[in-house]
DNA sequence: GTCTATAGACCGATAGAC
DNA sequence: GTCTATCGGTCTATAGAC
């Protein structure tokens, strides 16, 4: 009988292997139909299990879809919490903002798709915060209109960007997209973008 | 016995009050919930009915959504044609594409949030179309990849302005929305907006 | 035109054998 | 760890009375 203490081996005994193989095809699965819209049956038939299998490494599904997001959530938080207390510049919110869009590009896009999925996690609205907030830190408490437009329409470009061009390698796709952001702000830096500023994913 | 020959009479004897307040109900709800989790029993509620009193006027589910998006798609269809055949300059192509978002802002808020409405009608890809055919027009059939970009960030913002900002008068939302646009893509219109392109819907 | 009642399908979740 | 079998709930859709 031979002892489990091999790697891919967790404290409880589950094999990591076969959950984040779960992980993997449910992502892409709620990506591609949806949270609601994408049943058990579906991710168990494209893993050759049965529902009940996966029973057995996530308690439910809405702690599975729970699972996946908490991340990006950590994430999130963490950036808002960083950018409110010192108030950041717009160049610090933008190139966060794109770099949390394009490091959970995925479960941004199903979540876009299928905002059903926040029900899974206790706090949620944490989507919305992170859009309102950008928004106030990028165009102010009392914005003008056309402030306004101009706020949503450069940070929703960096989320598509991000999140729909994935055939642009990532650090020119980042640098042309944080530069236009910048423009469409009137951000007066007029030298377009020095060196700095690499990649973080 | 009283002749059905008054006002609000189909030629098939039914009333088309009821049926267009069926309309209203279910395309709040359909943006509200997405199709498939507004359940009938949801929009019967709402209508002081039962489930079985709107198959009198719906065949189904599946046609009462299609019955909402047909003039979407109709209407796509047609500018997709006229900006095809004649090659439309970028501003026809970006106030074309505000109209058709602006006058079928719930539906296509409904659309976004749960695409599988799009199952409901025969030929769907439609919207994709759209899409990728507004983009190729601005943007060329061989674009850079900042000619991608700034198109994505055009047409995206566009988009969302005309659905999710309803508290900014249409005129001014259209006219500072539009020349965002056009700035975004480089148009060299030096004069920010002559007089004339009116609302249209 | 609207109702009650029910058929039929699908899905999440649990129980228990192996 | 994975299976079969099944329960309970929800939804679309139909049948038939009024």
Not at 10 to 25: A, F, L, M, N, Y
Not at 47 to 71: N, V
Not at 166 to 189: N, V, Y
């Amino acid at each position: 009988m031979r002892v489990p203490d091999e790697p891919q081996q967790r404290r409880d005994g589950r094999s990591t292997d076969t959950r984040e193989r779960i992980h993997d095809v449910a992502l892409a699965l709620f990506v591609q139909k949806g949270f609601s819209h994408t049943t058990l049956q579906d991710i168990a038939d494209q893993l050759g299990l049965t529902r009940a299998a996966l029973y057995y490494h996530h308690p439910s599904k809405e702690q599975l879809i729970a699972s996946l997001i908490q991340p990006a959530k950590d994430d999130v938080d963490a950036f808002l919490e960083t950018a409110g207390c010192n108030d950041a510049s717009p160049r610090e919110v933008i190139e966060g903002f794109f770099d949390l869009n394009y490091r959970h590009r995925l479960i941004f896009l199903a979540l876009v798709r299928d905002p059903s999925g926040l029900g899974a996690i206790d706090s949620s609205g944490w989507v919305t915060t992170l859009a309102s907030q950008a928004q106030e830190l990028l165009a102010g408490d009392d914005p003008s209109p056309d402030q306004r437009i101009r706020a949503v329409v450069a940070l929703n470009g960096l989320s598509r960007c991000a999140t729909v061009l994935p055939d642009i390698p990532h650090d020119e796709l980042r640098r042309r997209s944080i530069d236009l952001a910048l423009e469409i702000i009137r951000e007066p830096s007029s030298e377009p973008s020095d060196e700095s500023s690499d990649s973080r994913s």
